[in-house]
């Protein structure tokens, strides 16, 4: 009788491993753009462009020992967009959507604070959608394009 239930067990678990290990019918969908500060705002204005061609690189970093886990690079498209699709749970990682190089000479410094951007990847925390939407990414342009003087006047605070 012991023999049996051992065995049934050892089946059991081996039937758990298998549905683990398998990945998700629908994958995680991992979207964002990155763009171009042409005034050196320091965040996006509606001078900024989008820049077809960067490198963006989704990395999943395990939460206790930072050991890479999981890493996967896409380009952006002609709107300077990407989408990276993971078919597997993240539960207990730090996923982040990095930027790898620019296509454009001109702005291909990375702008600070606009590097990365950070993706939940699990289906264990209440969201419904397998659509994960980044922060935008951007780097800077080595100059200011003409006419942001006026443009960064929008942006200005004014007392009253």
Same mark, same amino acid.
């Given at each position: 009788?012991s %023999?049996?239930?051992? $065995?049934?067990?050892? =089946?059991? $678990? ?7 290990a398998?990945?998700? %019918? &629908? ?7 990155? /763009? =171009?500060?042409?005034c050196l705002?320091?965040? !996006?204005?509606?001078?900024?462009? /989008? *820049?077809?061609g960067?490198?963006?690189?989704l ?7 930072? +050991?890479?886990?999981y890493? #996967? ?8 967009? /990407? %989408?990276?699709l993971v ?13 790898? @190089?620019?296509?454009?000479?001109? =702005? ?5 604070? #606009?590097d @990365? ?7 264990? &925390?209440?969201?419904?959608?397998? +659509?994960?939407?980044a &922060?935008?990414?951007?780097f ?6 003409p006419? =942001?003087? !006026? *443009?960064? %006047?929008? /942006? ?5």
């Amino acid at each position: 009788m012991s %023999k049996a239930v051992l $065995l049934f067990a050892l =089946c059991f $678990l081996q039937v758990l491993a298998i549905i683990a290990a398998r990945p998700n %019918k &629908n994958p995680f969908v991992v979207r964002g753009r990155v /763009y =171009c500060d042409t005034c050196l705002a320091g965040f !996006e204005t509606s001078a900024s462009t /989008y *820049i077809p061609g960067a490198v963006v690189r989704l990395e999943c970093k395990d939460r206790r020992t930072m +050991e890479l886990t999981y890493s #996967h690079e896409a380009r952006t498209d002609s709107t300077g967009s /990407y %989408k990276i699709l993971v078919s597997e749970d993240h539960d207990d990682q730090f996923c982040d959507a990095t930027l790898v @190089r620019s296509s454009q000479l001109r =702005c291909s410094n990375v702008s600070p604070g #606009h590097d @990365r951007a950070r993706v939940t990847l699990t289906r264990f &925390n209440g969201i419904a959608s397998d +659509e994960r939407f980044a &922060n935008s990414l951007g780097f800077v342009r080595d100059a200011a394009m003409p006419g =942001c003087a !006026e *443009i960064m %006047k929008l /942006y200005q605070e004014t007392e009253d």
